[in-house]
């Protein structure tokens, strides 16, 4: 397949969103050292932005509560307010939206927008990605940075690597330079490649995007399957993906959901109710899908942020489902055999292989119908009185966590 090289794709990333958007709400700490954590007293003080005057410090996303203090004692620590920054997200696409109607959030902080034929309207690419940072910064006083490139990959990269570094916030990968500007990065550089990938090609002596690039196609295709075609593909900067109103919008291949710890978890007793929990949440989120899973997938990551361990393992089911009762014993099995008793910070699950509800193979030794009407009375009882209405008696154990994330988005603070 040939790449579409008439595209005009942008990547628009927000700078250190969280602290902007608190910075922005308090004009008095621009230029000072923000970072924004959770509670450092119960062991919650992970960093979840800091502003590039904390950044100065040393301090970075995923530090501990002691780590920063130590490095910047004058720091201004906020704890996280989702809510608020899920208003300015929504403000910075209602921006986007006035150049684009081809808009997908990437993330919270980061948007791809297709911006192909809009220089008959905004003029050339520089001066349409320099019109939008504008807007953004005098529309909600956060730095935008914004990546261009003839496909998503390419604008990705192009933020990523090269924009967030320059002065004015902008810059352009294509066809032509993304090899000279690129291949001479650190393979950790490219998208796609994690820290165990990473791991591999130091072994293998591949140090540079270029090294990969320059490896036979079919010979990562060999050792990694689709994933090392897609890291060859990315090396060279080719991306098919496209960017449109549906494709936010196409149909969910899995329901999953992830909780990082307010501390390290090791007694047995008290993973196992934090699993059930997350169980119950993902086939709740199914049965609001209209779907039931056939592939169950479960994720922890250990507690040493230094040594990075964990794993994620998936499981086949005997039959598609979405009822906690029934995933559960998979999780367990999947996670005890895969687990190194090793102290635990985030644990996870994923159920995918969707189908739809209606489409059932009939047993005569299982009730369904009995079964499902069972949770769609649950599911009635917590969305009209709230996720904590109803729950199992585990919930009220040590370790358990659902009362305290009720009120909270993506685990923080509303």
């Not at 090609?201 to 897609?230: C, D, K, Y």
């Not at 040594?307 to 393992?313: N, P, Q, T, V, Y």
Request: aromatic fraction near 10%.
């Amino acid at each position: 397949m040939v790449p579409d090289r008439s595209k005009l794709i942008f990547l628009a990333d927000m700078e250190s969103f969280y602290a902007s958007v608190e910075t922005s709400l308090n004009p008095a700490w621009r230029g000072k050292p923000v970072v924004v954590c959770g509670d450092p007293e119960r062991r919650r003080g992970i960093v979840l932005a800091a502003s590039k005057e904390a950044k100065a410090y040393g301090i970075k996303t995923g530090f501990l509560a002691g780590e920063y203090r130590r490095l910047c004692p004058e720091v201004i620590l906020v704890k996280p307010r989702m809510h608020t920054y899920l208003q300015f997200s929504l403000r910075i696409m209602e921006i986007f939206r006035q150049f684009s109607d081809r808009v997908l959030p990437y993330s919270i902080d980061e948007l791809f927008l297709d911006m192909t034929g809009c220089e008959k309207l905004f003029g050339p690419p520089q001066e349409m990605a320099r019109e939008m940072i504008r807007r953004v910064w005098e529309e909600t006083g956060i730095r935008c940075r914004i990546g261009i490139g003839e496909n998503p990959l390419q604008a990705k990269m192009a933020c990523d690597c090269f924009a967030k570094k320059s002065s004015e916030g902008i810059f352009a990968l294509n066809h032509e330079n993304y090899a000279f500007y690129t291949w001479p990065l650190p393979v950790s550089s490219l998208f796609g490649v994690g820290s165990r990938m990473e791991s591999h090609f130091q072994r293998m002596a591949i140090r540079t995007i270029g090294h990969l690039a320059r490896l036979p196609r079919e010979s990562l295709r060999r050792r990694w399957g689709v994933n090392g075609e897609i890291l060859w593909l990315n090396a060279h900067g080719i991306d098919y993906s496209t960017i449109s109103p549906a494709t936010a919008s196409e149909e969910q291949k899995g329901v999953s959901h992830n909780m990082t710890l307010p501390r390290d978890y090791v007694k047995e007793s008290e993973i196992k109710v934090v699993l059930l929990e997350l169980c119950e949440e993902v086939c709740f989120r199914a049965r609001a899908l209209g779907k039931m899973g056939r592939t169950v997938s479960v994720y922890c990551r250990g507690a040493d942020f230094r040594h990075s361990s964990g794993f994620l393992r998936q499981q086949r089911l005997p039959e598609p489902t979405a009822a906690a009762h029934q995933v559960y014993p998979w999780v367990l099995d999947l996670f005890f055999r895969h687990w190194d008793r090793k102290p635990l910070r985030a644990l996870g699950i994923r159920l995918s292989s969707l189908t739809d509800c209606r489409e059932v193979q009939l047993s005569l030794f299982d009730n369904r119908e009995k079964t499902e009407a069972l949770y769609r009375a649950m599911d009635l009882v917590r969305a009209k009185f709230g996720r904590t209405s109803l729950f199992r008696a585990s919930s009220l154990t040590a370790g358990a966590q659902l009362f305290d994330r009720a009120n909270k988005i993506g685990g923080h603070e509303a």
